[in-house]
């Protein structure tokens, strides 16, 4: 009787073995899928998060760049990428957070560091700023836009004169940077040096390459101030 059992019930742990290696099977076949399916993404949504945000769509870029930060959580570009739609769309805190995400990922990359920094600025934070700005320069102390971001940090706290030389340093790396010019004028008009402030903002009008926004600083400082 015994051996008769054993003979009938080794067909159905036979075929219970086969359902467990089926489903067995059947999981790693779909991990393997969800996983492909996972890579394909990774690799084609960040063209699709900025080709939205050039078509003038941030709000979706932004819901974009945020999945994509999810499927790759280790790579800082995403997060730059998130920072810098947010900034364009003037979420200022949300900006913020994403570019510490970053800093935290990429510790001493000048753009991330700089990124912060100017959402900082434009939050008023601009003591908080020039800390990511040290960071930077340490790693690029040839980046004129570094000395433009703290020449603006240092004229929001006041402190012109500073400001000023980080204009300065700024213009001996890149002479014809006209953000860097006009700031300067601008700040030289802050502390009270109008005669300055008038040769920095016509050379800045006079400039090729000067905009209409130069232009017109430019056409005004020689009217109000001469």
């Not at 000023?164 to 340093?169: E, G």
């Amino acid at each position: 009787m015994t051996a008769a059992l054993r003979r009938a019930s080794a067909p159905a742990k036979a075929a219970t073995a086969l359902a467990l290696a089926l489903a067995l099977a059947a999981c790693a076949s779909s991990a393997s899928l969800q996983k492909a399916q996972d890579h394909d993404r990774a690799t084609t949504l960040p063209k699709i998060a900025d080709d939205t945000r050039t078509g003038g769509d941030e709000a979706t870029a932004a819901t974009l760049y945020r999945q994509v930060h999810e499927l790759s959580p280790k790579a800082p570009v995403p997060l730059e990428r998130l920072g810098s739609t947010l900034m364009a769309m003037q979420d200022y805190p949300q900006a913020v957070a994403a570019w510490r995400e970053a800093v935290a990922l990429a510790p001493g990359n000048t753009d991330i560091h700089r990124g912060l920094a100017l959402a900082l600025i434009a939050q008023d934070k601009p003591q908080a700023a020039i800390g990511d700005l040290g960071v930077a320069l340490a790693k690029s102390p040839d980046d004129p836009r570094l000395y433009n971001a703290l020449g603006i940090a240092h004229d929001m706290m006041g402190r012109h004169d500073l400001a000023q030389q980080d204009y300065q340093r700024g213009l001996k790396i890149a002479p014809d940077n006209l953000g860097l010019r006009n700031n300067y004028g601008l700040s030289l008009v802050l502390s009270g040096k109008y005669a300055d402030a008038i040769v920095a903002l016509v050379q800045a009008a006079g400039a090729p390459n000067a905009s209409a926004r130069h232009r017109s600083r430019g056409l005004l400082s020689g009217c109000v101030m001469a």
